[in-house]
């Protein structure tokens, strides 16, 4: 922050040494229509070079002292005047040969009037500088905060095509109409039947990536037709059972968080098994976790097995839905495959922390 | 003459079922000889029956049809049959062994038949020559898949094992002859030396 805030004050130093000699000499002039010093060649020789060592100092202040407190930074801005008007009256005194001792008498411009016209004018400019910069600030605060927006959606539209791609993965999707189009000839009635369930799917999954939140039930639906499809293409190498009791089943429960969890049971489990196997599907409560277990029998997990998208999603997803209070864990099913374990806060009454 | 013989393996008893229907279709004189619901049935089939032609499935439980495919090492004509595998569609169009996309289309399976014929027709060995290609794309498939480190540790729970994705470890600190697990909500012990895990984990 500090040093990029250097390098800007150091990148318009030019700009801000143009405004001041600008500002001096129309002090100069106003000075001199109103009667004040003797002519305008003495006003300006002041007021430049007091004025230019206002603005010195107000930039050396501002480089190497400059602190949080708005308190402080006015302390410091008010000592680099009274030093900038009184080094810029010696300087001016040099170049005019007008000696201190007659001008401390009053003669011909007095040093206390310098002094007084010094803070007034030094403050003004001040002031008109940082209300300047002020304004630059906070527009560049309203653009930075409009790109932050920006990326966030762009964020958000990405996420949802992903979880859209990982429901809708093309080797299910064309393996799925392959079976219905083979049946469509020679079963014309299970064709349909699972048809109907991939549209039932297809439908569910889409409204789940618009973000709509679904009850656990509605999810049991869609994992419902996700299984019967997959029934008819590995027929009786996958059973499955779906125990949910009934005061869980109107519970909302977050989208596409279970599918996943049942697609990495069949592709990773059950599929790849010669004789494949089962998978459960089980919804426990206790005080502080709503319980949701997805078992299968299948090989199990071999520890160099890539951790899939899918799972490292679910993680990412529990992470920002419940802030660390969500978690996914993997164990080891006896005697074979895996369960997978999701634990979300119990929220039924609104309170997550009870006793 | 003898008429010609092929084998369909394909997992899904639907899938069988359809390319045998149309296969009749579009090649009366081939003879379905046999279905393999895998690969190792598959392999048993062939060396029993040596069937001049295979279909297969790419994805198969228990063996695929890639290794089938290497295991007969050019005792038949070997058609492949997927539904969408980027890394082997990509390596096929490379490579020119014949496959078929599902939902196998009429025309598409008119023009494998085609080919098949004309191979058979010129009396053609199956060559090794395929195999070689086979070789190449299992080779390249190995290669565009991850290396083998170690992605799971196992941890022993009070509830059983608990595979903990190596991402969530903080840090391993050895402990003797065994390592301590440190995740963000837990500690455990696992029987592995630090030097073991070392060997087997993602240097990157």
Request: charged share 25%; with cysteine.
């Amino acid at each position: 922050m500090v040093t990029s805030e250097r390098a800007i004050s150091g990148k318009r130093i030019p700009k801000v040494l143009a405004i001041t000699i600008g500002f001096n000499t129309l002090i100069a002039i106003f000075l001199t229509y109103i009667g004040y010093g003797q002519g305008f060649s003495l006003n300006f020789i002041f007021s430049q070079s007091i004025g230019l060592f206002i603005c010195a100092c107000v930039l050396f202040g501002e480089y190497f002292f400059q602190s949080r407190s708005p308190a402080r930074n006015a302390l410091l801005i008010a000592a680099a005047i009274i030093t900038g008007t009184v080094a810029g009256s010696f300087l001016a005194s040099a170049l005019t040969g007008i000696p201190l001792s007659l001008m401390w008498q009053g003669e011909p411009i007095s040093l206390l009037q310098l002094l007084f016209l010094g803070l007034l004018f030094g403050s003004i400019i001040t002031y008109f500088f940082s209300s300047r910069e002020k304004i630059a600030q906070a527009q560049a605060l309203i653009q930075e905060e409009r790109i932050k927006r920006l990326s966030l959606e762009k964020e958000g539209l990405e996420t949802r095509l992903q979880l859209l791609q990982a429901q809708v993965e093309p080797h299910f999707l064309f393996n799925s109409l392959s079976n219905i189009l083979s049946l469509l000839d020679t079963d014309a009635g299970r064709g349909k039947e699972m048809l109907a369930d991939l549209i039932r799917y297809l439908r569910a999954s889409l409204s789940r990536t618009r973000g709509k939140t679904a009850t656990l039930e509605q999810e049991m639906e869609l994992i419902r037709a996700y299984m019967n499809i997959y029934k008819v293409r590995m027929g009786d190498r996958l059973r499955y059972r779906i125990e949910i009791p009934d005061h869980l089943k109107a519970r909302p429960f977050p989208p596409m968080l279970i599918q996943p969890l049942v697609e990495n049971a069949i592709r990773h489990g059950l599929e790849p098994k010669i004789e494949g196997g089962e998978i459960s599907i089980m919804a426990q409560e206790n005080e502080d976790y709503l319980r949701l277990a997805v078992s299968d029998t299948g090989i199990g997990l071999d520890e160099k097995t890539p951790a899939g998208i899918g799972l490292s999603n679910i993680r990412e997803r529990l992470q920002t839905l419940f802030n660390g209070r969500g978690r996914l864990i993997l164990e080891e099913n006896i005697p074979s495959g895996l369960n997978a374990i999701l634990e979300i806060p119990n929220e039924k009454n609104g309170s997550p922390h009870r006793g | 003459m003898k008429k010609m013989e092929a084998l369909i393996a394909d997992d899904e008893e639907p899938l069988r079922r359809y390319l045998k229907a149309m296969l009749c279709e579009v090649w009366p004189e081939l003879v379905i000889c046999g279905e393999a619901r895998n690969g190792r049935e598959a392999l048993e089939f062939i060396s029993k029956h040596q069937p001049e032609i295979v279909f297969l499935d790419i994805r198969m439980p228990g063996l695929g049809g890639m290794e089938v495919a290497r295991k007969i090492t050019g005792a038949c004509r070997v058609v492949f049959v997927t539904a969408y595998d980027e890394y082997a569609v990509e390596a096929f169009e490379k490579g020119a062994v014949d496959y078929l996309l599902k939902p196998v289309t009429r025309e598409r399976l008119e023009k494998t038949v085609k080919r098949l014929q004309q191979q058979i027709s010129t009396r053609s060995q199956p060559s090794l020559d395929a195999t070689e290609r086979v070789e190449r794309l299992l080779a390249d498939l190995a290669n565009r898949r991850s290396p083998n480190y170690l992605r799971w540790v196992r941890v022993q729970h009070k509830d059983g094992v608990r595979l903990i994705p190596v991402e969530e470890v903080c840090f391993f600190q050895a402990s003797e002859k065994y390592t301590l697990v440190v995740t963000k909500g837990s500690e455990s012990l696992i029987r592995k030396t630090i030097k073991e895990l070392a060997g087997e984990l993602d240097p990157g």
